[in-house]
């Protein structure tokens, strides 16, 4: 390539963060000092917000490569975590009601003119790309009923760097939209599901669209995805007797059933005694199923992956609340309206939106990301500090699972008996 210049990091004596362009064994200064005029200009881009970064390959490939740094500094926090994993969401309404996501009255909208726009939804995926996030996954609200999902997602596809494009859907336009979404680069995808009754999940969901979320799920299965991860909120006295039922769906499918632990957000009513515990799910399965089998999971999964031997599929089970992943956490959070959220529990949030729309540099919003990535904290205080704090309801987070959450019988982080 006759472009081979190398972009790297190098920290300055008073230890901030300085761009550097190597050419020919040369570094030179690229964006320090550079107005953002100057910043649009080199880069031949003119509209505000979007693009600055769009050039060959990655930053983080070729800090990589030439061994410099081996991940962004802006994205590793004071506790050596290193966030690859982004999740963006792309809306904050919603087709369904979910009593456990949102309010039964439903939640005040943000303007629409202080949502991010496409371009700047690109803007920022490129840029954390750049810096070294390798997947993405977009959620919401519901992320397919933004008409434009699937050219964000071809967009996405084209970014160097990037490995993987995941989204998490209620699946209720699945079916329909499936083919231009895989056509446009989606690799993994995650459907919501919390019962197998069709007027119990209409209940849940406070809407009707069983048989249109199950379409979709054959979709998926149909279509290669393999697994099709099926995300399960269990919730005493509503759901919790069809765990049986769920596993043996992954008898002859290739599904990932994964059993979410009930959370506690803003409005959705939450109670200890309606949150079903993965220890206590795995004591029912495994009553059923005695050969349940635990499967090697990666450093930084939130499930605990689970097999009946002899079954297609498997299990997964999300323990936010009873078994707590934040030291692995690798995870950071863009809002539909822009804030960034280093924790989903946390309720502290900057708003790269303002900083895009301020025209700010490359540099200067690298800076305040990194700047929120290492105030990120350890861990959380707990389930109960946890249920108490103001934090938006869920849907207009976006749906993961990552905290700290201390049992309340022996304070133990590492506890699952509670
Ligand atoms: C907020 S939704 C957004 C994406 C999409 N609308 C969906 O439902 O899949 C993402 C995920 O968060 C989960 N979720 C929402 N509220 C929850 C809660 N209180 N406890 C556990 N999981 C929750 C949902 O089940 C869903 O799988
Ligand atoms: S969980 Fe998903 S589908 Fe249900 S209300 Fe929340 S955003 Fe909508």
């Not at 509209?47 to 983080?60: C, E, I, K, L, P």
């Not at 005040?108 to 726009?117: E, S």
């Not at 446009?184 to 406070?206: H, Q, T, Y």
């Amino acid at each position: 390539m006759a472009a081979i210049a190398t972009l790297g990091r190098l920290f300055d004596k008073h230890n901030t963060l300085t761009r550097f362009r190597k050419v020919s064994g040369s570094f030179q200064r690229l964006f320090s000092g550079a107005t953002h005029r100057e910043n649009e200009d080199e880069l031949g881009d003119s509209t505000v917000a979007a693009s600055y970064f769009d050039r060959s390959g990655s930053t983080q490939e070729r800090v990589k490569e030439n061994g410099i740094l081996p991940f962004s500094a802006f994205l590793t926090d004071s506790f050596g975590r290193r966030h690859n994993y982004l999740r963006m969401s792309l809306t904050e309404k919603c087709n369904l009601r979910c009593q456990y996501c949102m309010p039964e009255e439903g939640v005040k909208l943000t303007p629409r003119a202080q949502l991010l726009t496409t371009s700047e939804i690109l803007t920022l995926a490129r840029l954390f790309i750049q810096e070294g996030v390798d997947k993405i996954r977009l959620t919401g609200g519901e992320p397919l009923i933004r008409p434009d999902v699937v050219d964000i997602i071809a967009e996405l596809r084209k970014l160097e760097g990037l490995k993987t494009i995941a989204i998490t859907t209620n699946g209720m336009s699945l079916a329909k939209l499936l083919p231009k979404l895989k056509d446009a680069g989606l690799d993994l995808i995650n459907i919501s599901l919390d019962s197998l009754v069709p007027a119990k999940f209409e209940f849940i969901v406070r809407r009707k669209g069983f048989h249109k979320v199950m379409e979709g799920i054959d979709k998926a299965i149909e279509m290669g995805y393999n697994p099709v991860k099926v995300n399960c909120v269990v919730m005493r006295g509503l759901n919790e007797d069809e765990l049986l039922d769920f596993v043996a769906l992954t008898e002859k499918k290739p599904l990932e059933v994964r059993f979410i632990e009930y959370m506690p957000f803003d409005g959705n009513k939450w109670n200890f005694k309606k949150m079903v515990s993965y220890q206590e799910m795995l004591d029912c399965i495994r009553q059923q199923w005695p050969n349940l089998e635990l499967l090697q999971s990666g450093h930084t999964d939130t499930a605990k992956i689970y097999k009946v031997q002899g079954f297609k599929g498997q299990l997964g089970f999300i323990t936010s609340m009873s078994d707590h992943f934040c030291g692995s956490c690798n995870r950071l959070r863009i809002t539909a309206d822009g804030n960034l959220k280093v924790c989903l529990f946390g309720n502290s949030e900057v708003s790269l939106r303002d900083v895009l729309r301020s025209g700010a540099s490359e540099e200067e919003l690298l800076q305040i990301i990194g700047a929120a990535v290492r105030r990120k904290k350890k861990q959380h205080a707990g389930m109960f500090s946890i249920s108490q704090m103001k934090n938006r309801p869920m849907i207009l987070i976006g749906g993961s699972f990552w905290n700290t959450i201390k049992c309340v019988n022996c304070a133990s982080y590492k506890c699952i008996s509670i």
